[in-house]
């Protein structure tokens, strides 16, 4: 047994991050999964304890210390301090620790680390032994677990003092062995850093061995933010950890609703939760869960992503100049990471709330083996008829499903299996007392996506990465009935994607990142309906949200489309002067193909090839500067059945966008940052009605422009707080055809103002706001209307397109969260009220039956939402 | 997803806004319906043209009938450029009478000079009506069917208004009395053979009839009814002094551009 002889007790790590910044500077991403070894302190250097110990008995202080990828200390600062002269010990010791570097997957990386130092006097010394020990008493050997109270997590690194004269130290798995104790009473206390400190008293009895499980509860687990899975850099790119996801007042945890606090990200109403980035259309932006596209983004009504954000490791988000990485969108990329499955056992949990109800499971099967499942289903369709009446019936039903192998055969390599799909259905019926003027309306959409993903890592850091899936997708379908009236869409489509990237330092100044990016589809399309209407310029409806278009013009179109996009891609890192300047030219030849009604009059073929330079240039004149810069060419597929024969255009071409970023971060502090960024887009080629008889229905003749600048002030999680403040200033304009005048983007929005905090308070509580500033948003008002004598209707005649402006919007959301941990599981629940002081924010406009008044319509009043959840 | 918000909002069923008259309610200047008789017709065929427009507070009303020869873009029924303000776009139209009634011959045209078929198989030339006081002005439009294949379309007729789920005749010239917040239940009824069949793409389809129905005073709990089916006028808002007369419209409609419609009045008191 090891004794505890020294005035300083060593503390343990309380968590670590990748060293955003400074791996930044060299060439890596700020954010990524988790490190697949933490550090590990080697070397301890004993502080030279302060005569302030004497009388105070102990002290800690609580370090972030920034180690580099050969485990030196490179930079201690002090986030929680103790005074009297402790700080200053605390520090200098520190400097001397050395570590073994953390590691992902397999390759060191800088870490930050946070370390508390405890001082402490020592124990009095031990009364002098008996001057004859008559026999050797008799021991037994105790074994035992360290393990965190609620959800079973093995706490490793855990100092477990036995009588205050021995010690052991936790191994990976929670477990500690004394080889041999005395037959009686002992003291044990548990000590570490990552919980309060454990006192017992434990009985040993002869001819018995002693097995010991201790649950206790941890303050924070080990977190490990993002940083470097990618290597080419991201000139503006935010991360939402998992912690912040799930706190964030007004989402319920929703892990796609949380960008919309991000800066750049336009306001919807009715927390539908599309997303509209610097000035795109929500189809523009693009969202990848383990780097393969989602089709469907949200359930019914845009309330729940269809991707559980309990499936979610960390989320990233960038709104504009993307790396060639990622293409196919003019708007911004979403990266969703799903988290491994954990491997000290089985968990899981169960949640309920109002509005749906799920669970998961997670555990190993094999050493190198584990899994993780989870289904979720809403129960909204079960008791809102409850509340329809029996001429009004409205079942929406909806449900999701993630699963996945984890398979790590050794340490080169990683495969993953996942599995995930969706569902909703609804369904709706107005019943008049005549069935002729009766209308239904029935939709039913779903995706069901696998992927297989490799990693290799080859000698010299080289990587190779591998993921391909594929899936079959109905993104529509639906029918309507009115009366005699019918119309009806089906969309089916069979995806399949291929994405394989190599990685690879060349020199010390030189990196190579080189890949292929493979979208492609068999897609249907069934329809019989009214075409598009071309109400009227900017083809925005007459309201922000109300109906408009006529009934005339019914067509029928049975498409079929092959849809194959090929895009081979390749970035050239450069770094100079000690990596403070980074240079990336970058190239994606973003090449489309068609082939549609093939067998019929209609068939086509097409194809484009568009070359995407991209140039991303980052300095830093000092070490928490940083100026970035990047102009890029992007382009995007039409939508398949926007290339209908009857609906659309077959001779549609793919849209454009040249996206210019410049701005600079300021790291104030190891949590805190500071973002300014500008940005300006110009987008062609964007589809759009035809303007006259005798156009094309649809036509590639829209013009896009957008402009603005951000500032994001952010708090990453420090003393069991975490924020941000986001302003956006921008303005969008569209252009539909080139004689056209210029007016407002749909969701242009001057101002936005997002502040999010969440603070976490003792006895399992934690507290939350949200605030909220957005300029309303521009619609088309009706300047008159005529009477339709054949349908008994008005037809409004529209104003300016989008020339009026809803007014601003403004909402508090508060979230407190409680949880009770038990032993062996924890239960939450949370209450989160959405929009607090019940502001009537304005969410649209809609008129009387001619026209000749109008009357705001207002966003959600206050909404409380309960939910409750297990862990296990 | 974003089609069922718009749904959602469209039904009220998020969001709160303030309620208006409802389309039932007459006052001021209205047009109520424009009937063609016969509603289809070939070209170089004749068909008299009539507005039944209403102005509550007795003023004299003065139309100007005009045809715009400008056809639908797809997704319109009525090409918008009808109804321009902008002089320099109104070459499109041409001014074919005055009056509440008119008698307009079809032009020379072919389907395909028409735009895009509507969801019955038809095309239509469309008529344009301003209608004005010395204090209103309104725009109304009529889409006149060109005479196709199949046999021409008839104007439905309405038989009568009766009272009490169809037990006894609204009497034109004996008004009922009535008296505030007293609920009638209404029913409009079509003579046998207005709803005749005809066949789109294909399809044999029977035209569905609906009534829509206007009153000066009250409100209705449907404003559009279909064929035999009951309504109920309630007098619980904008009801006049007593002795005054409430005015009771019913306007009939097929798919097709048919059109009927018929006058009572209740005495109030």
Not at chain 1, 114 to 120: L, N
Not at chain 1, 643 to 651: D, E, Q, T, V, Y
Not at chain 1, 799 to 807: D, N, Q, S, V
């Amino acid at each position: 047994m090891k004794s505890v002889c020294t005035t300083t007790a060593v503390a343990l790590v309380l968590s670590f991050v990748w060293l955003s910044r400074s791996a930044a500077a060299q060439g890596a991403e700020p954010v990524a999964p988790a490190l697949s070894k933490p550090p590990r302190l080697v070397h301890f250097v004993a502080a030279i304890a302060p005569p302030a110990l004497e009388s105070v008995k102990e002290a800690d202080v609580t370090l972030v210390i920034d180690v580099d990828e050969s485990g030196h200390v490179k930079a201690v600062e002090v986030a929680s301090g103790a005074g009297d002269g402790f700080d200053e010990a605390a520090v200098a010791a520190a400097l001397k620790f050395v570590f073994e570097p953390g590691e992902y997957q397999g390759k060191p990386v800088p870490v930050r680390v946070t370390y508390r130092y405890h001082f402490a006097l020592p124990p009095p010394p031990r009364a002098p032994a008996a001057p004859v020990a008559p026999a050797a008493p008799e021991t037994v050997p105790i074994d035992g677990l360290v393990l965190q109270r609620g959800d079973r997590a093995p706490l490793a690194g855990v100092a477990v003092i036995v009588d205050d004269t021995s010690e052991q130290t936790t191994n990976d798995k929670g477990a500690f062995h004394f080889a041999a104790a005395t037959i009686g009473a002992h003291s044990l206390k548990l000590r570490g850093a990552t919980f309060a400190p454990f006192d017992a008293t434990i009985k040993v009895n002869a001819g018995k061995r002693l097995q010991l499980t201790y649950y206790v509860i941890a303050k924070e687990r080990y977190s490990s933010t993002v940083r470097g899975k990618h290597v080419v850099v991201e000139v503006v790119k935010q991360t939402l950890r998992t912690e912040e996801i799930k706190r964030i007042p007004g989402t319920q945890g929703d892990v796609l609703k949380a960008v919309q606090n991000l800066p750049g990200v336009a306001h919807t109403a009715f927390g539908t939760g599309n997303l509209i980035v610097w000035g795109s259309s929500p189809q523009d932006t693009r969202a990848y869960v383990d780097g393969v596209y989602i089709p469907t983004l949200y359930h019914f009504g845009g309330q729940r992503s269809t991707l559980n954000g309990e499936m979610v490791q960390s989320l990233s988000f960038a709104p504009g100049g993307f790396s060639v990485e990622h293409g196919f969108g003019l708007g911004g990329v979403v990266d969703i990471e799903t988290r491994a499955p954990r491997t000290d056992g089985y968990h899981g949990f169960v949640q309920l709330d109002l509005i749906d109800g799920s669970f998961k499971l997670e555990g190993p099967i094999t050493k190198t083996l584990s899994f993780s499942a989870g289904l979720r289903r809403s129960w909204i369709d079960a008791f809102l008829p409850l509340f329809t009446t029996g001429n009004f019936q409205l079942s929406p039903a909806y449900w999701d499903y993630q699963a996945k192998l984890d398979y790590h055969p050794n340490s080169r390599d990683h495969l993953q299996l996942f599995f995930f799909g969706s569902d909703d259905q609804l369904t709706l019926k107005t019943n008049t007392f005549d069935p002729a003027l009766s209308a239904s309306f029935n939709q039913h959409t779903y995706y069901h996506h696998g992927l297989v993903s490799w990693l290799h890592r080859f000698a010299g850091q080289t990587t190779l990465s591998v993921t391909a899936s594929a899936g079959y997708d109905q993104p529509s379908q639906a029918n309507r009935v009115q009366g005699n009236a019918v119309s009806s869409d089906s969309a089916h489509s069979f995806d399949y994607t291929l994405k394989a990237v190599v990685r690879a330092p060349l020199r010390r100044w030189l990196r190579l990142d080189a890949g292929v990016d493979f979208e492609g589809s068999y897609f249907t399309f069934d329809r019989t309906g009214a075409v598009p209407s071309q109400l009227m310029p900017g083809g925005g409806p007459i309201n922000a949200v109300g109906p408009g278009a006529g009934t005339s013009g019914y067509a029928t179109d049975n498409m079929n489309l092959y849809a194959n996009h090929v895009q081979p891609f390749a970035a050239a890192t450069f770094s100079f002067f000690d990596k403070r300047l980074t240079i990336i030219p970058q190239l994606r030849l973003a090449v489309f193909t068609y082939s549609g009604y093939q067998g019929t009059p209609n068939a086509f073929t097409s194809a484009f090839i568009d070359p995407e330079p991209r140039l991303t240039v980052r300095y830093q004149p000092i070490a928490r500067l940083a100026i970035k810069a990047s102009a890029g060419l992007y382009h995007q597929s039409p939508r398949p059945q926007d290339l209908s024969a009857a609906f659309g255009n077959r001779k549609l071409a793919p849209e454009s966008a040249v996206h210019l970023v410049a701005g600079f971060e300021f790291q104030a502090t190891p949590t805190l940052q500071l973002e300014l960024t500008g940005f300006y887009k110009d987008m062609r080629n964007l589809v759009v009605p035809g303007e006259k008889l005798g156009d094309p229905i649809l036509t590639n003749d829209g013009i896009g422009r957008v402009y603005g600048g951000s500032l994001l002030i952010r708090q990453e999680l420090w003393k069991n707080f975490f924020g941000w403040a986001s302003y956006t200033l921008s303005r969008a304009e569209r252009q539909d055809h080139p004689d056209q005048a210029s007016h407002l983007f749909q969701f242009d929005q001057t101002h936005i103002l997002t502040i999010v905090a969440s603070y976490k308070l003792p006895r399992g509580y934690q507290v939350g706001i949200r605030f909220r500033y957005v300029t309303g948003s521009p619609y088309t008002a009706a300047q008159s209307a005529v009477f339709d004598s054949n349908q008994n209707s008005y037809t409004p005649i529209a104003g300016p397109a989008y020339g009026a402006r809803l007014g601003s919007f403004n909402q508090l959301d508060l979230r407190v969260d409680k949880t009770w941990t038990f032993d062996r599981w924890s239960l939450s629940a949370y209450l989160d009220l959405q929009n607090a002081y019940d502001a009537a924010n304005p969410a649209g406009v809609t008129y009387n039956f001619n026209y000749t008044k109008k009357s705001t319509v207002n966003d959600l009043p206050i909404l409380p939402v309960l939910g409750l959840r297990g862990d296990f | 997803m974003r089609r069922l918000g718009s749904l959602l909002f469209a039904l009220g069923l998020v969001g709160c806004s303030k309620s208006f008259d409802p389309p039932s309610y007459v006052s001021g200047l209205r047009v109520l319906a424009i009937k063609a008789e016969p509603p289809e017709v070939a070209p170089g065929q004749s068909s008299t043209v009539t507005a039944l427009a209403v102005a509550t507070d007795g003023a004299a009303i003065a139309f100007a009938w005009s045809e715009c020869d400008k056809a639908p873009l797809p997704g319109q029924a009525i090409n918008r450029d009808c109804f321009t303000t902008d002089l320099s776009m109104q070459s499109y139209l041409t001014n074919i009478g005055s009056g509440a009634t008119i008698d307009f011959l079809m032009p020379m045209v072919s389907a395909t000079d028409l735009g895009e078929p509507d969801a019955t198989g038809g095309v239509y030339v469309a008529l344009r009506a301003d209608a004005a006081t010395s204090q209103e002005a309104s725009t109304s439009s009529y889409r006149l069917r060109l005479a196709g294949p199949s046999a021409p379309n008839r104007n439905p007729t309405l038989a009568g208004v009766f009272q009490g789920g169809g037990i006894s005749e609204l009497d034109a010239a004996q008004p009922p009395t009535v008296h505030a917040g007293d609920e009638l239940t209404l029913r409009g009824v079509f003579s046998a053979g207005s709803a005749e069949s005809y066949s789109v793409a294909g399809r044999a389809v029977t035209e569905l009839l609906t009534i829509a129905w206007f009153a000066t005073s009250g409100s209705f709990n449907s404003d559009v009814t279909g064929e035999s089916t009951d309504t109920v006028l309630k007098l619980d808002k904008n009801l006049p002094p007593s002795g005054s007369a409430i005015d009771l419209w019913l306007v009939g409609r097929d798919e097709r551009g048919g059109t009927d419609y018929v006058h009572r009045t209740l005495s109030f008191q």
